[in-house]
């Protein structure tokens, strides 16, 4: 089965690391794409990057921002091809988000 692993980012995470810091960091992100169970996966870039768009009475609204002031940030994801959940909650557990105040949520892919 296929799982999306999300990537919630708490802010401010890795202030005040040293550049060996986020190296190390890094480089684990880098490991997790070598494990033959990984599909593929992408980082985005920072929210204050993003533009919101709704639609009110059928007309775009866009927000420069994301769409809410919270914790955590989605940072990005993985697509893994785990043989149930338990394989899955195994790889979110390695990523280093999740020890840095953030968190992973490990969500089915729909199966067409």
């Not at 990057?49 to 420069?64: F, I, K, M, S, Y």
């Not at 893994?80 to 949520?105: C, H, K, N, Q, T």
Request: hydrophobic share 40%; glycine share 8%; net charge negative.
């Amino acid at each position: 089965m296929r799982y999306a692993l999300l990537i919630n980012e708490r802010p401010g995470a890795y202030e005040g690391l040293s550049e060996d810091q986020r190296a190390a960091i890094s480089a684990e992100y880098i490991a997790l794409m070598k494990d033959e169970r990984m599909l593929g996966g992408e980082r985005l870039q920072p929210a204050d990057t993003a533009t919101t768009v709704r639609v009110q009475n059928g007309e775009p609204l866009l927000t420069d921002g994301p769409f809410a002031d919270t914790k955590e940030i989605f940072g990005g994801f993985y697509i893994v091809e785990a043989s149930d959940l338990d394989s899955a909650l195994e790889l979110a557990a390695r990523i280093p988000a999740a020890r840095f105040g953030g968190s992973v949520e490990v969500r089915p892919l729909v199966e067409l």
